[in-house]
Structures are given as C-alpha cells and as structure tokens.
C-alpha cells in the first residue's frame, strides 16, 4: 500500500500513514507529530500524567516543547553549550517532579566529556534555566561513545552511563569513568553505599563497569537496572546492571573489530555474560518496557530503538527474562530510530535520526 502525506497545519508538516501494521493481532498505525531535520537524541513528556507535552534534544545542540495538541514546537533558551563532533551533542533529557535533567557532551578545554544538568522550565515555558552537577573523568578530543542515557529508580537515586571514548581499556579502569554506568543522587552527590566508595583508587560514582557505548538505559517493571549498549561490529548487547559487576569489554564481547578480526574472547570468570546480544549488529540505542494499556497485546515486551537496524525491535521474554519472540517492526520507514518511549496515554512514542516524533497508535 502507498503512503500518503496529508498536510494538516501550515507550520508543520504531520504526516499520516495510509499503512496499518499488525503485530500478535494487534493493529496499530504511525503518526508524524513533528518533522525537523537533526538527530532528535532524547525526549521526556512535561506531565507523567498527560500527553500534551514534551521536551525534545536536538544533538546540535537545541532543546524544544513541543506542544502535541497544536504540533508546534518551540526553542528553548538556555540549552547548555555542546562539544558538538562526532556523536557529541545535546544528549538525553529526563524530567522527574519538574527537574529536567539533561546530558550532554561538555566542551572542555577543546575536548569533550558526558556531563549532567538539572534545571527548570520557565514559568512562561520559553526558557530552561539549568546548572552542571556532574561532570564525568572521560575527557578526551575525539567525538565517540558518549554514552548517555538516564533513569531514576524508585529510590530516587539517579543512574547515567558514559561510552568509554573509544578508549577500549579504560571501561576497566576503576580510576576514570570511562566506559561505566554511574549511581548518583539527583544533586549529582555520590550515594555512601556505592559499590567503590571505599575502593582505593576508584571512582566512587561507579556501579558497573566494563562498558562499551550504553545508549540506552531503563528501570523495568521488577525494579531492575537494564542497559543497551552498541558493540563492534556485531555484539550488541542488553545487560542486567548489577551493583558493582564487571560486564567485560573488551576483554569480552560476541562483537569482532570493523575489519574481521576477534577482539578478546567470549567469556571469562568474573565477567557477566549479556542477558541478550545480537550478531550482525542492530545498534540499540533508546530502550523501553512497555506497561500501558494502549497496547494490551505489548504488556512488559521490551522495545528497542535501533540504527543500523533501522526498525523498532520488539522482545517478548518470559518471566526469567527468556526470549520467546523478536520481531523488527517499522522496517518499511527505513529510519534510524534514536529513542523511545511509552507516553502517559500509553501510546508509544519513537524519535529519528532523520528529525521526526513518531507516534504509534492502536486501530480497532
């Protein structure tokens, strides 16, 4: 069936998809709620209980409301200033209890680092007034692996992760943060019964470590830390964050370098084995479990936002977490999919490398 393009506001171009998917019996359609033309990295809604609002990252380096009723979007003042190379840029946005928390790709000296941000919306919702409370030990001059995603557990205890630069042995290094997955408090503080706090030598932000790229990063419906992360050339991975655990690379992956060869082994005493992993590589990036109930037929299926995939990557898992199906959806779109979310109306809601919101929702 073609696609069909309706214009329905002279500021924006929404498009509207002629196409109905069918997924475990389950029909569901897209919606274009807002087309641009840069990586929209990361997005949060306003409300957890409505739907009307959301703030959008642009990795060059912007932050927008966009209004879902109208689909107008508007730039926000006051955007931190970005090491703008490679896949640095603007990063994740989070929003709890009205903190909006953002990471970003913090120019230093001519060099980059992942950085953490926690401000407020104005009042008249034009502006974004923010201060740095974390700054990560990861400096370095080339634009790779940032990382960076966040999640806030029921605890309140704030998680980001950080790409190891492409500097391969530091997610070993217990002294730089390099290529680790970090436990703070929302003031960027360091928890006392963090797992290296006492650890001579250590960073004692640190939770987990042995990290190549975590691009995305969850708190499922048991309460459990999940993180997505990009391997080489093959090995992406979906990991059971543990308190202080080692997750190997790159002593470790199922990945082999760009030009053939292995790199490490597969497994080693010590390391933790990935809950799942893929060979070729799909490039996850953003990851959500689903819990509305918009999507009765997707209750607790794990979603995955992929790149060189290029389609929306549905899990089932069992109890213990076993796959039982997978299933690409959204292949015929042929987009880089960067991020998704459940929206507090249970739809589900996807950005694009390409500059688009999308939004899924159920047909009868």
């Not at 966040?150 to 998680?159: H, M, N, R, S």
């Not at 002294?175 to 006392?192: A, D, N, W």
Request: aromatic residues 10%; positive net charge; glycine residues 10%.
């Amino acid at each position: 069936m073609k696609k069909i393009i309706f214009l329905i506001a002279a500021f924006s171009s929404i498009s509207v998809f002629s196409k109905d998917y069918v997924s475990d019996g389950q029909k569901f359609t897209v919606e274009t709620l807002f087309e641009g033309k840069d990586v929209i990295w990361g997005f949060d809604f306003l409300n957890p209980k409505d739907a009307s609002e959301m703030i959008f990252t642009e990795r060059d380096g912007k932050m927008r409301l966009l209004d879902l009723k109208t689909k107008k979007a508007t730039e926000l003042l006051g955007a931190p200033k970005v090491f703008n190379e490679g896949q640095g840029g603007l990063l994740d946005v989070y929003i709890k209890n009205d903190d909006i928390y953002l990471t970003y790709s913090d120019p230093i000296e001519k060099k980059g680092t992942t950085s953490l941000m926690k401000g407020k919306l104005s009042k008249d919702k034009k502006s974004f007034s923010g201060t740095k409370i974390f700054q990560a030990k990861a400096l370095e001059s080339t634009g790779e692996h940032f990382g960076s995603r966040i999640a806030i557990d029921k605890d309140g205890f704030l998680f980001m992760g950080v790409g190891e630069r492409n500097k391969r042995d530091r997610a070993q290094d217990l002294s730089t943060h390099h290529g680790k997955i970090l436990r703070l408090t929302t003031e960027g503080k360091t928890p006392g019964d963090n797992p290296f706090v006492n650890t001579k030598g250590a960073l004692p932000e640190i939770w987990s470590y042995g990290h190549r790229n975590p691009q995305g990063l969850i708190i499922d419906s048991k309460g459990a830390l999940l993180d997505a992360e990009f391997g080489p050339r093959g090995g992406d991975e979906v990991n059971l964050i543990e308190k202080g655990a080692n997750y190997g690379w790159p002593v470790i992956t199922y990945g082999r370098e760009y030009w053939g060869p292995t790199i490490g082994t597969k497994e080693k005493a010590g390391m933790k084995q990935p809950l799942y992993f893929w060979v070729p590589s799909i490039s996850p990036s953003g990851m959500m479990m689903y819990t509305g109930s918009a999507f009765p037929k997707f209750e607790g299926n794990l979603f995955l936002a992929t790149l060189a995939g290029s389609h929306l990557h549905r899990i089932v898992t069992d109890n213990n977490r076993k796959i039982q199906k997978e299933e690409k959806l959204l292949e015929d779109l042929e987009e880089r999919f960067r991020q998704v979310k459940t929206g507090p109306d249970g739809l589900i809601y996807l950005s694009t490398d390409s500059g688009k919101i999308l939004r899924l929702k159920p047909l009868p």
